[in-house]
């Protein structure tokens, strides 16, 4: 899971929502709630309570601050004792409401940079802070807390300091993106980066008293050795610790295991020491197996505890599946799904025969997922990170796991292994297991999706993967039988079909089988879809009306089109339904109190709600466009939060001489490196590109085509095709979606005047981001970065090229997997699929929006996905 997104599962099994919503009643600190003394005020700030005194001068916009860590157990404490001491210097603080709070900002993938944090306190001097630092640090010596990674420690006890801002403040990255900022001096905000290290601005001041122990520090560091290991590279990095590749004094290669007391707390409280000693007592036992990493050495350096072990040349589960995995290529051939099946099912017999191993040597290992396996070069495997290993009779609750391989109803740990493996098993031929946790009936789609995409699979994998899922409770009423594998489609072993013929494929690579291509579902329909948009809304809630990822928490985030409710009625829109008269209130009272400094992009602020108040014909639209023109204009050219969505708004509102200014911004900028770099329609040159064809085809000037072109071709660069498929490389990955990635960029190509477009090769382009989005598996549901994104292209694809109606129907219908019910109505499964979400970028809105896209090729349904919207 993106680490992003662990704060946000905390407070509700339904919805992503941020921490501070979740309940913590039972373990709230005394201070969040009783009375203050005279002179005191209180400010709720999510899951902070920030105290000042009523007659404290305004705090400067940065500076020194100190914070000040704890464990769940010390945290009330140490808040005591801080609160006395600042109440007694009257300086300004704050502290986390509960211990429930200080657990899950403290978890194993909590954010590095700000864990362990349960007090922050804001000196407004130097000589306040030489003073507080001083005095917290001899109050709380011997508090035990997690060291706080972004500072710089002060002493041995809990007390640290860094410089940043005490006021939020945004600025404006070259890709658009809005990150915290500090004020440089001057004048101009510049990114404050917030990282798992301690850093000072060039331009800060230190405090004299500051200055001599930073030197000092300084000198003692620099090198990259621990514990007489040379340190190559990190390998992984959790709030727990890191795991890094290094040398021994031999030079040979290990790996190093590093765990930070107190830090990456599981459900139980557990931290990440306690689970590297329970690793290392397992290791020492299983020394002689050949599949475990062999114990090196076991130290502590500094504070932290470390495991050196075997280095084992290979790659993760993970990683092969990444790069072999034959469907999410275009209609691979029978050939190709052979080989892969042949090839996966001795890795997992491989799996299997270690887990009766360890199973014999009275060990569960209790953490078994793709990211555990290693594949050795000779294609035999090792299992690795066995810190949640237990005696193989025991019960126990799970405190971590990683989602779709774990089943927290399964306490004894023999049977959890077995499901484990049973999940392993399933996700190699459908990785999307994590579905199934919130829908279980999916299971039975995902098994004879294997089935019938791996006909080869010898005779009893299925049964035996179908026996071990059957271990959940909440599984077992919806797998097939036992026996039905060879009615799912299974093929001998051999590869020798009943009619003759040998599954070798075709030569070029399509599908033999049409069987096999006709997924085991129906497609959504818009009404439940819709039901599910209506049901889900809060309109007593001021910080969003739709439940949404978790981007959608962002400032200005619940007025644009990606995230907020302006997405939602868009998509009900274009299902021909009028929003509530009390949604649409809504979203105007969230215009009128929004702050001066709201985003004003189109797809992630005010011109979001602009527009959408535009397509409704409110009188509050004029008053709004010309905030938007009033406010600072974002730098960036992109069309998500820059320069090109807000030009589109002008366009369509009227305002051409002012969208045609900002477009001339826009076109003076293409090519400059770094303002785009990850491209696709939305973060891409290709959003950009849409409106230059734009204002092309409005004023008929050949100029604004040429620019359109150059701005393609500026996303091209970064294209790479195999097997016919255009995809585009960003982000270390290969991707054919719609905001980043193929799709987006063929949007482009589409939009282009007919000269430009042939100049291009603007059909090759289509189909070739076609062929990529036409493939069988997608994690993600969503329109920005899943399944309905690509249904929506393949649907415009079809207007071009009617080849590629049927291609657009069926991943419309592979979208009903990625749906969960929610009451008499059905609901996405957000990005990451741990939550549901309505919005359009990763939710219901979005796929409503491919649906209705479908039943009219070529409609434009998007805006700034083409030159025109309706």
């Known amino acids: 899971m993106d680490p992003r997104y662990e704060a946000y599962v905390i407070a509700d099994s339904t919805w992503y929502e941020p921490l501070d919503r979740c309940d913590d009643s039972a373990s709230r600190f005394a201070l969040s709630a009783g009375e203050l003394p005279a002179g005191w005020h209180r400010e709720h700030q999510g899951v902070w309570e920030f105290l000042r005194p009523a007659d ?18 010390s945290a009330e404490k140490t808040v005591g004792a801080a609160w006395e001491i600042c109440q007694r210097l009257g300086l300004p603080w704050k502290f986390l409401r509960s211990r429930r709070v200080v657990a899950a900002m403290n978890t194993k993938y909590a954010n590095r940079a700000a864990s362990g944090k349960a007090v922050t306190v804001y000196p407004r001097t130097p000589d306040e802070l030489r003073e507080a630092v001083t005095e917290l640090d001899a109050a709380l010596s011997g508090h035990p807390g997690p060291y706080v990674l972004s500072d710089y420690r002060w002493n041995d006890g809990p007390v640290s300091l860094r410089y940043g801002a005490f006021t939020l403040m945004w600025c404006e990255l070259r890709d658009g993106t809005r990150v915290p900022a500090l004020r440089h001096p001057q004048g101009h905000a510049v990114q404050d980066p917030r990282r798992p290290v301690f850093t000072v601005p060039e331009w800060a001041e230190i405090p004299d008293f500051l200055a001599d122990r930073f030197a000092t520090a300084t000198t003692q560091g620099g090198d990259a050795t621990v514990g007489g290991y040379r340190v190559i590279k990190a390998l992984h990095f959790s709030n727990g610790g890191g795991v890094y590749l290094a040398e021994d004094e031999q030079g040979e290669k290990v790996v190093l295991k590093e765990a930070r007391p107190h830090a990456g707390l599981d459900a139980h409280g557990v931290d990440a020491v306690h689970r590297l000693h329970i690793e290392r007592d397992i290791l020492e036992k299983t020394a002689q197996l050949p599949f475990m990493p062999r114990l090196l050495d076991s130290f502590t350096s500094w504070e932290h505890h470390y495991l050196a072990m075997e280095y084992i040349e290979g790659e993760t589960f993970s990683a092969w599946l990444g790069r072999d995995y034959p469907l999410t290529l275009h209609r691979p051939g ?28 009275g060990i569960a290992f209790g953490d078994l997922h793709h990211r555990n396996i290693l594949i050795r070069p000779d294609r035999t495997v090792a299992l690795v990170d066995c810190e949640l290993a237990v005696p193989v009779d025991s019960e126990r609750t799970a405190g971590l796991g990683a989602p779709g391989f774990m089943d927290a109803s399964i306490t004894r740990a023999r049977d959890a292994d077995l499901f484990a493996l049973g999940c392993c098993q399933l996700a190699t031929l459908a990785p999307l297991t994590v579905l199934t946790v919130r829908n279980p009936e999916a299971v039975r789609t995902l098994v004879e999706l294997a089935a019938t995409a791996f006909p080869t699979l010898p005779a009893g994998f299925i049964d035996r993967m179908t026996e071990h899922l059957a271990l959940s409770a909440a599984l077992r009423p919806h797998l097939p039988p036992v026996d039905a594998r060879s009615a799912a489609g299974g093929e001998p072993a051999d590869g020798n079909r009943a009619d003759g013929n040998r599954a070798d494929g075709n030569a070029d690579g399509e599908r033999a089988d049409a069987e096999a291509a006709s997924p085991p579902l129906s497609p959504p329909s818009s009404g439940e879809l819709l039901r599910g948009l209506v049901r889900s809304a809060t309109v007593d809630r001021t910080d969003r009306l739709f439940p949404c990822d978790v981007s959608g928490y962002r400032p200005g985030a619940a007025l644009g089109l990606a995230y907020g409710a302006p997405g939602v009625l868009l998509a009900q829109l274009s299902a021909d339904t009028e929003p509530a008269p009390e949604h649409v209130e809504w979203l105007l009272q969230a215009v009128r109190r929004a702050p001066a400094d709201t985003p004003p992009g189109l797809y992630d602020g005010l011109s979001g709600a602009t527009w959408l108040l535009h397509r409704l014909g409110h009188p509050d639209v004029a008053n709004a466009v010309d905030r938007i023109l009033a406010g600072p204009l974002p730098a960036s050219p992109g069309l998500f939060c820059g320069l090109s969505g807000i030009a589109h708004l002008l366009l369509d509102v009227g305002a051409r001489t002012e969208a045609l200014a900002l477009a001339s911004r826009v ?41 359109a072109v150059s701005a393609v071709r500026c996303d091209l660069r970064h294209g790479r095709t195999m097997d016919g498929m255009l995809q585009m490389h960003s982000s270390n990955r290969l991707l054919p979606y719609l905001a980043e990635g193929s799709a987006g960029v063929a949007f482009a190509a589409m939009a282009l005047p007919e000269a430009q477009a042939e100049a291009v090769g603007a059909d090759d382009i289509v189909t070739g981001a076609a062929r990529a989005g036409a493939v069988r598996v997608v994690i993600q549901g969503g329109l920005f970065s899943g399944r309905a994104g690509l249904a929506y292209f393949l649907s415009h694809a079809a207007a071009r090229a009617p080849r590629w109606a049927g291609e657009a129907d069926e991943q ?20 990451q699929l741990m939550r549901l979400s309505t919005d359009l970028a990763t939710g219901s809105a979005g796929a409503l929006l491919a649906l209705e896209a479908a039943k009219n090729p070529g409609r434009r349904l998007l805006p700034g996905a083409h030159p025109t919207y309706g």
Do not use: N, Y
């Open 56 to 73: 404290s001068p305004a705090l400067p916009e940065q500076g020194w601050k100190i914070h000040i860590s704890a464990t769940p157990d």
């Open 334 to 361: 029978d050939r190709a799904r052979a080989d892969f099946a042949a090839l996966a099912v001795d890795l997992l017999d491989q799996v299997g025969t270690c887990l009766s191993t360890l199973h014999e040597a």
């Open 667 to 707: 076109r003076e900028q293409i090519g400059r490196a770094g303002a785009l770099d990850r491209p696709g329609l939305m973060h891409g040159w290709s959003g950009p590109a849409v409106l230059l064809a734009r204002c092309a085809e409005e004023t008929g000037d050949a100029e604004w085509a040429e620019a």
């Open 812 to 831: 419309l219908t592979w979208l009903s997997l990625h749906l969960a019910r929610h009451g008499d109505s059905l609901v996405l499964h957000g990005d």
